[in-house]
């Protein structure tokens, strides 16, 4: 069973970074990609990026270049990265694990805000 814990979001002001992590403390067996997604108030939940089992990634087009997903080895945490935020980056973050039989797990999310 997957069970992912988020951590890392916070108050920053635009054109700083945080990092976020999430981590499994269930079993990686099967994961087939790691994400982040995000949700802004009114708005429905996108993709912000994507991390494949064999390294590969997408991002979407508004964080190409400041932000930038990782992971450990053994493929237990994912990371994210995210530098020169913006305001319009604030939103509820969330992890994403994917098996390779398309299950979703969920973090519960972690709120990012950006305003000075």
């Known amino acids: 069973q997957v069970q992912l814990v988020e951590s890392g979001g916070g108050l920053v002001q635009p054109g700083g970074s945080l990092r976020l992590s999430c981590a499994n403390s269930g079993s990686a067996f099967s994961i087939s990609s790691m994400a982040w997604y995000r949700q802004a108030p009114g708005k429905q939940r996108e993709l912000v990026a994507r991390i494949f089992y064999s390294g590969s990634t997408n991002y979407a087009d508004s964080v190409k270049g400041r932000f930038t997903i990782s992971r450990d080895n053994a493929q237990n945490t994912v990371y994210l990265q995210m530098n020169s935020l913006k305001p319009e980056d604030t939103a509820v973050y969330y992890c994403?694990?994917?098996?390779?039989?398309?299950?979703?797990?969920w973090g519960q999310g972690t709120q990012v805000t950006v305003s000075s």
């Open positions: 994403n694990f994917r098996n390779q039989f398309r299950n979703d797990y």
